[in-house]
């Protein structure tokens, strides 16, 4: 961003220098109580150890109750008691929820379904995001909010709207229509331009000016593809503009008070990479459901995301369940430990601040059922006493604050593609981008390698090892990247689908990959999707090395020719027998590899785990038990190892030998055998030696 008062060094500084350590919170709705509460609020936030919390998210209402008559005497009483209590806010800008009276006025501000329903008030977020009087009612009380509270001594960071593309990813009203055409215009300077890159002539489309050009509402068969993309990046880029524009009155006030939003781990509508460089600090909110099997690991994918978009800078776990959410069909609430462990998972994975949404439930309202750090039982709870153990726990290790995960492994995500590759009309609706990163990602995870996840145009010359996991949409120049770091002895995994189109969603001739056929010396002739529950036997090829991963494979088998590359797994069976299914070629200095199905998770983590050894990649230490997650954050002269025991098993403990003898942190820094013992959902947080620098920052008013 061009921006010289954009100094997030600065700004990232000064968070931590006032959180004096990992931070604890929670969003916090006082709001929603009598004004008595707070009292014990105060005082159970002071035996939790809460240091922060995100407030007055949905206090629009409140604080502008009628057209510019703000109303602060609530929040200031509350922002005073924080101050009081050395409570950091992160102060919402309040823009996430229109209050009635601006769509009493204002009607056209609702958002409109591609089916042309217009989107109710009553819930939240209910807002187009090309409105301009939206985007100026919101400008108007970001100044009065900023205005009112910039020197107060409560304010910490911003939080701007929040969860920006939940609810409402695109609005295909006519003031986002109108928007469009003039981001079109923005985008392409002529229609010619427009047309080539939409592919027009095909059902004749072809456009004669940009006033004829529409979102792409519901239709009698598929819209435009290229317009489903660009419609997609449209509507990624008019919610930015939103938190753009809140952000610039935010910084011209406060240029010292960092700003941040919350983004939703895994939602599709809002582009991180695109947005991260906007951002002083990354915030996420994660709620991996407890029911789900190996859910952590997708969480874990989630962390790596964001950290990674962040310049690999700590980041804030803005929202996590303590225990059950209430909008699933059914709601797990968390067995005793797994908020915890996986509290000190996001810290293990660069968390410096770890938030819950929320600090206590409404009594009514749509979020009652949602769990909280003070249920409605009171604090005489298992939830209160679990979030108050951690809060104190993570009181003891400051040396975490600032430190950072060096990882040799790349995992290319991008949202682009992904849009692209969830587009109707495919060869099949089952491939789908965050099930194929996982695909990819998990088998590292079990493997025990640290693993970054950087978009393509991210500099891979520190990882050794970069994966391309079914990355549909690929430019030739990221292409190019691509083979340019396996000649330089680099090594690449691609899957299936991967550089199959352009950033216009047209298809790369030549034969599939287009971009990547060279570096993987193979070529794809047809994709072969197969039925669900289908699956093909899969042989791994004499002479490719050990025990060459066998098994089955689902959801495609493409036709491969090999074009310099050699089959290191072959597909079995009668009609298929000796085809390649995945592929090594050498490649100037380096390797790489190309998988035509997807393997079962014993072949893919075979698959994996070669390409670790050409790559000369090790996991995070050599010998991990499963279910054992290790990640190692550095500091300036020392790290600290974090284990975690993801193991559901109830018999046994698990066993870990450190290469060196570690100190434990958790236990007032006793020095530890170089064998750590495990109990399921346990966590150990290990110093590197025995006298690690003070941290650098220091509690400020606690
Ligand atoms: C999101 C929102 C919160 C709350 C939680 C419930 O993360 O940001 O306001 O609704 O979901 O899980």
New binding site residues.
């Given amino acids: 961003m061009n921006d010289t008062t954009h100094r997030p060094a600065d700004r990232q500084a000064a968070l931590r220098a006032r959180l004096g350590g990992i931070g604890l919170g929670a969003?916090y709705n006082p709001d929603q109580w009598p004004e008595a509460t707070r009292t014990e609020d105060l005082a159970l936030m002071a035996r939790a150890g809460v240091t922060v919390v995100n407030l007055a998210?949905?206090a629009g209402a409140r604080v502008e109750p009628a057209r510019d008559a703000y109303d602060f005497t609530y929040f200031d009483r509350v922002m005073d008691d924080l101050a009081a209590h050395g409570i950091t806010a992160d102060l919402a800008t309040m823009t996430?929820a229109p209050p009635p009276w601006l769509v009493t006025e204002h009607p056209e501000v609702l958002p409109v379904t591609a089916d042309g329903v217009v989107l109710s008030p009553g819930g939240?977020r209910h807002f187009c995001p090309s409105s301009p009087v939206f985007r100026d009612r919101a400008a108007r009380l970001v100044e009065a909010v900023a205005t009112h509270y910039r020197d107060h001594p409560a304010l910490g960071l911003w939080h701007v709207g929040?969860?920006y593309g939940?609810h409402v990813a695109e609005c295909f009203c006519d003031t986002s229509a109108a928007d469009f055409r003039r981001w079109l215009g923005e985008r392409y300077n002529s229609v010619d331009a427009l047309n080539d890159a939409w592919s027009t002539d095909f059902w004749s489309q072809r456009y004669a000016s940009f006033d004829q050009i529409l979102p792409p509402r519901t239709a009698p068969t598929y819209p435009n593809p290229s317009q489903q993309l660009d419609f997609k990046r449209f509507g990624n880029d008019a919610l930015r503009t939103c938190f753009e524009t809140e952000t610039a009155i935010l910084r011209r006030i406060t240029p010292d008070v960092p700003v941040t939003t919350?983004f939703?781990a895994g939602l599709k509508s809002v582009d991180i990479y695109d947005w991260a460089p906007t951002m002083d600090v990354l915030s996420l909110?994660s709620?991996p459901d407890p029911n789900r099997d190996q859910a952590h690991i997708g969480a874990a994918m989630s962390y790596d995301t964001i950290r990674c978009a962040g310049g690999g800078e700590p980041w804030l776990l803005?929202?996590q369940?303590p225990s059950a959410?209430?909008?699933r069909s059914r709601n797990a609430a968390k067995s005793p430990g797994r908020t915890r462990l996986w509290s000190w998972q996001a810290v293990a994975q660069g968390a410096d601040v770890i938030m819950y949404?929320?600090w206590r439930p409404s009594r009514g309202g749509?979020?009652k059922f949602?769990s909280r750090m003070v249920p409605h039982a009171g604090p005489d709870t298992r939830v209160f006493r679990d979030v108050a153990d951690l809060g104190r726990e993570l009181a003891r290790v400051p040396e975490l604050v600032g430190t950072r995960i060096h990882n040799r492994v790349a995992l290319l995500s991008d949202w682009h593609s992904r849009w692209a590759l969830e587009l109707d009309s495919h060869p099949s609706d089952a491939v789908r981008h965050s099930d194929r990163a996982l695909d990819h990602y998990a088998p590292l995870f079990d493997l025990g390698v640290g693993v970054d996840v950087v978009h393509p145009s991210a500099d891979l010359s520190d990882y050794r090892l970069v994966i391309v996991p079914s990355l549909y949409l690929l430019s030739t120049e990221h292409a190019d990247r691509l083979s340019r770091f396996v000649a330089g002895g680099g090594s690449l995994v691609v899957s299936f689908f991967s550089g199959i189109v352009d950033e216009c969603d047209r298809v790369h001739l030549g034969g599939y990959p287009g971009p990547l056929r060279e570096v993987l010396g193979i070529s794809v002739e047809e994709f072969r999707p197969a039925d669900a529950g289908v699956v093909f036997p899969l042989q791994g090829v004499s002479g490719s090395g050990d025990a060459p991963p066998t098994g089955t494979g689902d959801l495609r088998r493409e036709d491969v020719t090999l074009k310099g590359a050699r089959a290191e797994v072959e597909f079995a069976g009668a009609e298929w027998a000796g085809r390649p299914a995945a592929t090594v070629h050498t490649h100037g200095a380096g390797i790489a590899r190309y998988i035509a199905t997807r393997p079962d998770t014993a072949a893919m983590r075979g698959l994996i785990a070669r390409a670790c050894a050409d790559a000369g990649v090790e996991p995070v230490l050599p010998v991990l038990p499963r279910g054992v997650q290790a990640s190692i954050r550095t500091g300036d002269g020392y790290d600290v190892l974090v284990l975690l025991d993801h193991a559901d098993h109830a018999d046994h403990a698990d066993e870990v030998e450190l290469p060196t003898p570690r100190r434990d942190l958790l236990a007032d820094g006793q020095p530890t055998t170089r064998r750590v013992t495990l109990a399921p959902q346990a966590v150990a947080v290990l110093g590197s030696h025995p006298t690690e620098p003070a941290p650098t920052t220091t509690p400020e008013s606690a």
């Fill in positions: 969003d998210i949905f996430a939240r929040n969860e939940c919350n939703l909110d709620y803005t929202e369940a959410v209430n909008w949404f929320q749509a979020e949602h």
